[in-house]
C-alpha cells in the first residue's frame, strides 16, 4: 500500500541553525501539503504543492517538490523556539492524503 | 469562524464496549475526513466520505469499525467491542474539496480502552 516515509524522526537543533526534513513517497503523487503539530495539538496546514519541480517559500521556510513528484523536502532557515513541533508531509495519490511518519523539531534556545 | 468541532474530547471505556465518536466539520466543507493517531506517528487514514457517502473506507482496520455522515455535515466513527489497541486520538478533518484543499482539524477524540 501508498507509504510516505520522513527523515529524520527526531533533530535537536540550537536556535538560529537550520532544519530540513525530507519526505518519501512508494508513489506519484497528486499533490503533497505540509502541516505542523504543536505538542497537544492537531496537524495545521502549512501549504501544498502540486507541480513538478516546485519550490514555494514563507518567510524562513522553503517547500520543494521532487520532479518526479515522489518526494519533497521543508526547509527553515535560522530556527526559532516557535518552530517546535513536529511536521508532516501528507501525499495525496487520488481520494486520501497518506501522512508522512512525521519530524520532530526541538530548538534548543 | 468555527472550526471542526469533535466531541468527546476525551474517552474511557472498558474492553469490549461500544463507542461513538462525533465530528462536526466546518460549514461548508463537503469532504470529511478520519484519522487516528498513536503517540509519535503520523496520522492514519481510516475513512474519506464527500457528501452523505464514504468515498473511500480503505482505511477502517475491521469490521468493528463503521462512520456515516446522514447528512453530508455532522459524522459519526463507531466502534464495536473496543480492544485496548484501539486506543488513540482520532482526528477528524475537512475541507473544501477533495485533493487539492487544506485538511483542517478538529483538537481529536483521545480513546483510551482499559
Known amino acids: 500500500g501508498q507509504q510516505v516515509m520522513q527523515i529524520p524522526q527526531y533533530q535537536h537543533v540550537q536556535e538560529g541553525e537550520d532544519f530540513t526534513t525530507y519526505c518519501n513517497s512508494s508513489?506519484?503523487?497528486?499533490?503533497i501539503q505540509w502541516y505542523k503539530q504543536r505538542p497537544g495539538g492537531h496537524p495545521v496546514f502549512l501549504i501544498q504543492l502540486v507541480k513538478s519541480g516546485e519550490v514555494k517559500k514563507q518567510k524562513r521556510l522553503t517547500f520543494q517538490f521532487g520532479e518526479a513528484k515522489k518526494n519533497s523536502s521543508l526547509h527553515i532557515t535560522a530556527t526559532q523556539t516557535t518552530d517546535v513541533g513536529t511536521y508532516f508531509c501528507a501525499g495525496n495519490t487520488g481520494n486520501q492524503f497518506y501522512f508522512g511518519t512525521g519530524t520532530s523539531l526541538t530548538v534548543i534556545p | 469562524g468555527a472550526g471542526v468541532s469533535q466531541t468527546p474530547s476525551n474517552k474511557v471505556t472498558e474492553k469490549g464496549k461500544y463507542v461513538e465518536l462525533r465530528c462536526d466539520p466546518i460549514?461548508?466543507?463537503?469532504?470529511l475526513y478520519w484519522y487516528r493517531q498513536s503517540l509519535g506517528q503520523g496520522p492514519e487514514f481510516l475513512i474519506y466520505?464527500?457528501?452523505?457517502?464514504?468515498?473511500?473506507d480503505s482505511g477502517l482496520p475491521n469490521d468493528r469499525f463503521f462512520a456515516v455522515r446522514p447528512e453530508g455535515s455532522v459524522s459519526t466513527l463507531k466502534i464495536q467491542r473496543t480492544e485496548r489497541g484501539d486506543s488513540a486520538v482520532y482526528l477528524c478533518a475537512s475541507s473544501l474539496s477533495y485533493r487539492n484543499s487544506p485538511l483542517h482539524f478538529g483538537n481529536g477524540t483521545r480513546l483510551t480502552v482499559t
Open positions: 508513489t506519484t503523487l497528486s499533490n
Open positions: 466520505f464527500q457528501g452523505t457517502g464514504a468515498a473511500d
Open positions: 460549514s461548508g466543507h463537503t469532504a
